[in-house]
């Protein structure tokens, strides 16, 4: 299976600042990459598919880069909804496997 | 709007088994697949396995394999997930998606207790 190693486990970070969480795979996956975000109460929502394309109605502020074993996930501007756990998942061989997550946490 | 409604919380006894569905609305459900995924602190995010809404066939991951066990039902447009000699590393929140992962169920928490 291909290992999701997802960097930093946590971020304290505040309203307006730049982040950016990192996925890296042991093996590479083509691009194969979604990223996905964690309210609290459960509710998954997906943000980025194919490393770089935003999901429907997921705000311009998110977005997503990188290739190989190598990806990122940025958001530009925080803004108070953002801070929630996020997920990276790797979709280029079976079975599909995530990362271990990145809470995102107000400073 | 597509939505993925889950069945609730669910309380088993070690051995036994229990069924969780998943309801499909806003869209055309035999065009994409199912999948499940299970959520534990522990092990985070591990993907379960498909079923394709159209034909009903299946692809696990070797983990879940023995465990896990998908159907649907396409007159209702439900999926089904039944969990099987339940013990408590069972106990975790499940997940239903939609085809890419693009639509997510609100979960199913599962507990496994005697």
């Known amino acids: 299976d291909i290992q999701m190693t997802q960097t930093p486990s946590s971020m304290p970070a505040s309203l307006g600042e730049r982040v950016t969480i990192s996925c890296r795979a042991s093996q590479g996956i083509s691009n194969y990459l979604n990223w996905y975000q964690q309210k609290p109460d459960g509710t998954i929502k997906p943000l980025i598919y194919y490393t770089s394309n935003l999901q429907s109605g997921v705000p311009s502020r998110f977005s997503g880069s990188g290739s190989g074993t190598d990806y990122s996930l940025t958001i530009s501007s925080l803004e108070p909804e953002d801070f929630a756990m996020y997920y990276c998942q790797q979709y280029d061989s079976s079975p599909w496997t995530f990362g271990g997550g990145t809470k995102l946490e107000l400073k | 709007q597509v939505q993925l409604q889950q069945s609730g919380a669910e309380l088993a006894k070690p051995g036994s088994s229990v069924k969780i569905s998943c309801k499909a609305s806003g869209y055309t459900f035999t065009s994409y697949y199912i999948s499940w995924i299970k959520q534990t602190t522990g092990q985070g995010l591990e993907y379960i396995g498909y079923?394709?809404?159209?034909?009903?066939?299946?692809n696990y991951n070797e983990k879940f394999k023995g465990k896990a066990t998908l159907t649907v039902d396409k007159s209702s447009s439900t999926a089904f997930m039944q969990l099987s000699s339940l013990t408590p590393d069972d106990s975790a929140v499940y997940y239903c998606?939609?085809?890419?992962?693009?639509?997510w169920g609100q979960g199913a928490s599962v507990t496994v207790s005697s």
């Open positions: 079923i394709n809404t159209g034909s009903g066939g299946t």
């Open positions: 998606a939609r085809g890419g992962l693009d639509a």
